[in-house]
C-alpha cells in the first residue's frame, strides 16, 4: 500500500507539473501563429508526464499467456485451427487481459491513447495540411461553475491541434459575481473567443441558444462548462468531413474524469444506430452538428432542459439521411463525474428523463409511429411500437427430427402462451422415425395452426428453411429452432411490430439457457472468429455494455434459432444459402445479406424465451461435423472477408477475443495495425 501511494504522490506531482506547462503554454496560445511555441512546450511537458505516467501503469501489469491459451483452446474447439491461427498471428505483446476495466484502462491509455511531442506535431502537420478546414464552434453555457474546472474546459479548446475554432462563453446571469469577469478574462485578447451574458437566467436552453446566436463556424460542437475536449478532438472531426463531406452530425466515443482527473469508464459506441438511439442518446458527447440545420430545426427547444441535447438531436435526425451521421471511433470527450451529475447516475436529475421521454415521444409522433415511449427505472427508454389493427399472419418455421419431448415443449409453449394469434406453424418433419415422434406429429397435423411438411434429404437446415418458407402463407416468417421455449407471452408481437417497421430486415430475440444465463443477445461479426454473440451467459438481467445487453438495437446478425423477417425480405436476398452453409453460420450469413440489401438487422430484449441449444442435434466438435464445421468457417472468411472484422454496431476500440465487450489490444484502427508475421 506504501508503495502505491508513493506512486500515487509521483504521478499526482506530474499532473501537477503537466497543468502548469499547459497554463504557462495559454499565455502565447492566443492566435494560429502565436500559439506554436507554447503547444511545442506544453507537448513536451505532457510528453514527460505520459513517459512517467506509462512507468506508473506498465509496472503492475499481469502475464497474458494463460489467457491466450485458453483462447486458443476455445478457438479450437469451435471453430478450427483457421481462426486459431488468426489470433496468433498478432504480436504477443500487443494483447493483455482486461479483467478490470479500469485498471486495464489506464494502461490502454497509455498505450494506445497518450499523445507524446512527436505524435502532437504530426497531428498539428495534419491539420493545416486538409483540404478543406471547416471551422467549428464550440458552445459552453456557463451557470455558476467551479473557476477552476471552467479554465481547464476553455484550456482544452485552446490547446487544440487544429486551428480553426470559435469558443463561444455564454453566462445565464450566473449568481457568483467572480463568473463574469472570469469570463471576460478569458476573451481577453484572443479574438477566437467570444462571451455574453444574460439578463436574467433562462436555463440551459435558452444559454444556448444565446451562444448560438453569436456563433458563425460551419459546425457547432456541444462542450459542458467542467468537462474536457481532447487535443486531437476537432481535428480528428474535421478529417472526418474530409470523407464524409455531407456529413450533418458527426459524434465520438467519450470517457469520464473523476475527481482527481483520472480517465474510466469509456463509452466505444456503435455507428448510427436508430434503434439504439430510441433507447439512450449516445450522439453527446462529442456531438458536432452543422450549423445551418441546428439553426433549421429551431435551436434548443425550451422546456426540454435536461435532456435539451437529445431533443435536438431527434428534431435533427428527422431531417437527414442515416448516412450523413458519422461516428468517429475515438475517445474526444472527457465527461467529468461531479455530485449531482447525470455522469455519475442518470437518476441524479430525474427531470432530464422526463424531458428526454418527451423528446421522444414528439419524434415518434413525427414520424408518422404509432406507439408509446416508456422511461425505464434504468435511465433508458423504450419504444413501444402498436400493431396494426389488423396483425398479419406470421408463418413459425420449426424443423426437427424426432425429439418430440423438445418439439412438444417448443410448440405447446407457442401455443399455450403467446398472445399474439394470428400465427401458423410449419413443422418440418426431416425424416424422423421414432413411434412416439411420428405419433406426436400426426397428432399436431390436426391442430387448425399446424401443418407438418415431411422432408427426408439429407439433414440441411437452410435447405429445410428454405422450402417450408417457399410453402409459407404468412406475410412474416419465423424461423424456429425445435429447441426454444416461451418465457414472455408478448415474445411475437414484439418481434412483429420491429419488422413491420419500414428499413427493418431480420428481427431477433433474447434467449436464455435454461439456467436463466443469457444464450443470445445479439451476434457481433469477427467475435471469436467468424462471429460471436454479445452478454454471454450474463445473468438474464444484467444491463451489459452501457445497457446493450438490455435495449433493442441494431446490431449486423441475430440468430435464426428464433428471427423474424418478413416474407419477401427473406426472397428478395435468397434464403439461406443451402449449398455452403448446410448448418452453421446460415443466418449470419442471410443477416448480412439482408444488411447488404440496405435494411436493419435488430436485436430486442424484450422478447425472451429459452434457447436448449443444440441439445437435439449436438455439438460440432468431432468427426465429420467438425470437418463440416470448419468448411463453412472458411466459406465466412472467403464470402465475408474484412468486413466480419470491422462490424460497424461494435465499437473497434473493444475486442474480438471475449463476448464482454473488453478492450482491444490493440484497437482495430488503421493507426495501430498490428504486424502480422509470416
Request: proline share 5%.
Amino acid at each position: 500500500m506504501a508503495r502505491q501511494n508513493a506512486g500515487d504522490q509521483t504521478q499526482s506531482a506530474d499532473v501537477a507539473q503537466a497543468t502548469a506547462g499547459i497554463c504557462n503554454a495559454e499565455r502565447t496560445c492566443h492566435g494560429e501563429t502565436g500559439g506554436h511555441d507554447g503547444l511545442v512546450h506544453t507537448f513536451s511537458v505532457l510528453d514527460h508526464f505520459a513517459q512517467r505516467l506509462t512507468q506508473f501503469t506498465m509496472s503492475t501489469s499481469a502475464s497474458t499467456y494463460l489467457r491466450k491459451a485458453r483462447t486458443a483452446w476455445r478457438l479450437w474447439r469451435t471453430e478450427g485451427w483457421y481462426s486459431v491461427a488468426r489470433v496468433i498471428r498478432l504480436k504477443t505483446n500487443t494483447t493483455r487481459s482486461a479483467a478490470s476495466n479500469d485498471r486495464d484502462y489506464t494502461a490502454w491509455i497509455a498505450r494506445y491513447d497518450s499523445l507524446d511531442v512527436k505524435r502532437l506535431r504530426t497531428l498539428t502537420s495534419r491539420a493545416y495540411g486538409l483540404a478543406w478546414r471547416p471551422r467549428f464552434s464550440v458552445l459552453v453555457p456557463v451557470y455558476n461553475p467551479p473557476l477552476a474546472l471552467l479554465d481547464e474546459a476553455v484550456s482544452s479548446v485552446r490547446m487544440q491541434v487544429y486551428p480553426d475554432w470559435q469558443l463561444i462563453l455564454v453566462d445565464d446571469a450566473s449568481t457568483d459575481p467572480q463568473v463574469w469577469p472570469r469570463l471576460q478574462t478569458l476573451a481577453t485578447g484572443d479574438s477566437r473567443i467570444r462571451v455574453g451574458r444574460n439578463a436574467v437566467n433562462g436555463h440551459i436552453s435558452a444559454t444556448s441558444n444565446a451562444a448560438l446566436a453569436l456563433a458563425d463556424g460551419d459546425f457547432v460542437a456541444l462542450l459542458d462548462q467542467d468537462d474536457l475536449l481532447t487535443p486531437d478532438a476537432l481535428l480528428r472531426v474535421a478529417e472526418a468531413l474530409q470523407t464524409h463531406p455531407d456529413a450533418q452530425i458527426l459524434y465520438s466515443d467519450e470517457d469520464k474524469l473523476d475527481a482527481k482527473g483520472r480517465r474510466f469508464d469509456p463509452y466505444f459506441k456503435s455507428d448510427w444506430n436508430l434503434e439504439l438511439f430510441l433507447s439512450q442518446n449516445f450522439v453527446s458527447h462529442l456531438g458536432v452538428y452543422r450549423r445551418e440545420l441546428v439553426q433549421q430545426v429551431g435551436g434548443f427547444r425550451l422546456g426540454y432542459e435536461g435532456s435539451q441535447d437529445y431533443d435536438l438531436a431527434l428534431r435533427c435526425i428527422a431531417c437527414i439521411g442515416a448516412q450523413q451521421i458519422v461516428h468517429i471511433p475515438y475517445v474526444l470527450y472527457h465527461w467529468r463525474v461531479l455530485p449531482g451529475s447525470t455522469a455519475l447516475a442518470p437518476g441524479e436529475k430525474p427531470y432530464a428523463q422526463i424531458a428526454g421521454q418527451r423528446a421522444l415521444s414528439d419524434f415518434v409522433a413525427s414520424q408518422g409511429w404509432a406507439g408509446t415511449v416508456e422511461a425505464l427505472s434504468n435511465g433508458y427508454y423504450r419504444f413501444h411500437a402498436h400493431l396494426p389493427s389488423d396483425p398479419p399472419l406470421v408463418s413459425l418455421v420449426i424443423p426437427t427430427r424426432n425429439q418430440a419431448q423438445f418439439v412438444t415443449q417448443c410448440i405447446d409453449s407457442i401455443l399455450g402462451k403467446t398472445t399474439y394469434r394470428n400465427f401458423e406453424i410449419l413443422l418440418v418433419d426431416n425424416g424422423s422415425d421414432e413411434p412416439e415422434a411420428l405419433a406426436k406429429f400426426a397428432e399436431y397435423a390436426r391442430h387448425p395452426q399446424i401443418r407438418v411438411l415431411r422432408d427426408d434429404r439429407p439433414f440441411n437446415y437452410s435447405a429445410l428453411n428454405n422450402a417450408a418458407v417457399r410453402q409459407a402463407n404468412g406475410e412474416l416468417v419465423g424461423l424456429i429452432n425445435n429447441d426454444i421455449e416461451v418465457i414472455e407471452p408478448g415474445w411475437l408481437g414484439e418481434l412483429v411490430s420491429l419488422a413491420l417497421r419500414e428499413g427493418v430486415g431480420a428481427v431477433g430475440a433474447k434467449l436464455l439457457y435454461p439456467d436463466g444465463l443469457v444464450q443470445h443477445a445479439g451476434v457481433v461479426t469477427g467475435l471469436g472468429g467468424v462471429a460471436g454473440h454479445l452478454h454471454w451467459k450474463r445473468e438474464r438481467d444484467a444491463p451489459g455494455y452501457f445497457g446493450r445487453a438490455v435495449l433493442t438495437q441494431a446490431l449486423s446478425a441475430v440468430t435464426a434459432a428464433c428471427l423474424v423477417v418478413r416474407k419477401a425480405i427473406y426472397e428478395e436476398v435468397g434464403g439461406l444459402d443451402e449449398e455452403h452453409l448446410t448448418v452453421a453460420f446460415n443466418d449470419v450469413d442471410f443477416c448480412l445479406r439482408v444488411r447488404e440489401a440496405g435494411y436493419r438487422n435488430v436485436w430486442t430484449p424484450w422478447a425472451l424465451l429459452y434457447h436448449h441449444e443444440s441439445a437435439s442435434r449436438g455439438a460440432d466438435t468431432s468427426g465429420p461435423k467438425a470437418e463440416r464445421f470448419a468448411r463453412e468457417v472458411a466459406y465466412m472468411h472467403r464470402a465475408w472477408g474484412r468486413k466480419l472484422a470491422h462490424d460497424p454496431f461494435y465499437n473497434p476500440n473493444l475486442c474480438l477475443e471475449h463476448e464482454t465487450s473488453w478492450l482491444a489490444w490493440p484497437p482495430r484502427l488503421p493507426e495501430h495495425a498490428p504486424a502480422v508475421q509470416g
